[in-house]
């Protein structure tokens, strides 16, 4: 069985041998092994996959005892097991056909039981996979804490959802939601922000896909990507450019959560590609 172990603490000597250690009393072997020490928090993170003949709970309890005294976050599950994501859009489609498409090749190790939306135009794109589809009022929040609930749901992906999530759901869902954002043209808010690149004339766009919190765009960045674009670019080939850009964005952080790749250090990410 493979299991995927990730540890954070605050950074001491002797963390890697007691776990290395650890593993080895799991009569387990390292397949992969990724750490770092943050300089200004100090915080020590570690991802390892490894084999053993032990169950998930013998393992954990093993290496819980082991790390004891380091006083650390361990977290460890079968690598097979898939995160349950809760997908929430409004009318675009790009974000959530590219989700749809690469779960359904496998390159997307997630489960989606459920899509809410404030727009009926995706019920028959999510309804054609199998998905459960809920239609809800702009504010109905209630709704999406009833879905994560029902569905057990792990994290929630803002897939161009275009609401502004309530602090009381940031924080209950802290370091569980990701949002796409074309964050790349930061001085153009609000609607149309391509247009309005256009008639700044930029060189340059992208997006950013990040951690929610309470404060508005303001979470722990996870991935970025941008393409460069001149002055014959038009504001509906940008549009198409950023599409594009937003939907790989957006997937290859899914993927980086779903592989728990991903740790928070204040208002940084540490991200083991």
């Given at each position: 069985?493979?299991?995927?172990?990730?540890?954070?603490?605050?950074d001491?000597?002797?963390?890697?041998?007691?776990?290395?250690?650890?593993?080895?009393?799991?009569?387990?072997?390292?397949?992969?092994n990724?750490?770092?020490?943050?300089?200004?928090?100090?915080?020590?993170?570690?991802?390892?996959?490894?084999?053993?003949?032990?169950?998930?709970?013998?393992?954990?309890?093993?290496?819980?005892?082991?790390?004891?005294?380091?006083?650390?976050?361990i977290?460890?599950?079968?690598?097979?097991?898939?995160k349950?994501?809760?997908?929430?859009?409004?009318?675009?489609?790009h974000?959530?056909?590219?989700?749809?498409y690469?779960m359904?090749?496998?390159?997307?190790?997630?489960?989606i039981?459920?899509?809410?939306?404030?727009?009926?135009?995706?019920?028959?794109?999510?309804?054609?996979?199998?998905?459960?589809?809920?239609?809800?009022?702009?504010?109905?929040?209630?709704?999406?804490?009833?879905?994560i609930?029902?569905?057990?749901?792990?994290?929630?992906?803002?897939?161009?959802?275009?609401q502004?999530?309530?602090?009381?759901?940031?924080?209950?869902?802290?370091?569980?939601?990701?949002?796409?954002?074309?964050?790349?043209?930061p001085?153009?808010?609000?609607?149309?922000?391509?247009?309005?690149?256009y008639?700044?004339?930029?060189?340059?766009?992208?997006?950013?896909?990040?951690?929610v919190?309470?404060?508005?765009?303001?979470?722990?960045?996870?991935?970025?990507?941008?393409?460069?674009?001149?002055?014959?670019?038009?504001?509906?080939?940008?549009?198409?450019?950023?599409?594009?850009?937003e939907?790989?964005?957006?997937?290859?952080?899914?993927?980086?959560?779903?592989?728990?790749?991903?740790?928070?250090?204040?208002?940084?990410?540490?991200?083991?590609?």
């Open positions: 069985m493979k299991l995927i172990a990730t540890l954070q603490c605050q001491q000597p002797g963390i890697v041998n007691a776990m290395t250690s650890a593993i080895l009393d799991c009569s387990g072997n390292i397949i992969e990724q750490q770092f020490t943050d300089p200004i928090t100090n915080l020590f993170v570690m991802r390892t996959k490894f084999d053993t003949n032990k169950l998930v709970g013998d393992a954990k309890e093993i290496i819980e005892s082991k790390m004891k005294k380091f006083e650390p976050e977290s460890i599950r079968e690598s097979t097991k898939k349950k994501a809760l997908v929430l859009v409004s009318k675009e489609s974000c959530l056909r590219d989700l749809l690469l359904e090749l496998g390159e997307l190790p997630i489960e039981p459920l899509v809410i939306s404030n727009h009926e135009e995706l019920k028959p794109l999510v309804e054609s996979h199998g998905i459960s589809f809920k239609l809800i009022d702009n504010k109905d929040e209630r709704s999406i804490q009833d879905g609930k029902e569905f057990d749901i792990d994290f929630v992906v803002l897939a161009r959802y275009m502004i999530l309530s602090p009381s759901l940031c924080e209950q869902m802290d370091g569980r939601i990701i949002n796409i954002h074309h964050s790349f043209l001085g153009f808010k609000g609607a149309k922000p391509y247009h309005q690149a008639q700044k004339g930029v060189k340059i766009i992208g997006a950013t896909a990040h951690f919190t309470k404060e508005l765009d303001e979470g722990p960045i996870i991935e970025q990507d941008v393409t460069n674009v001149n002055h014959a670019t038009s504001p509906d080939e940008l549009v198409a450019i950023g599409r594009d850009i939907r790989r964005v957006l997937s290859k952080a899914v993927k980086l959560f779903a592989e728990d790749r991903i740790f928070q250090a204040e208002n940084r990410t540490i991200v083991f590609n």
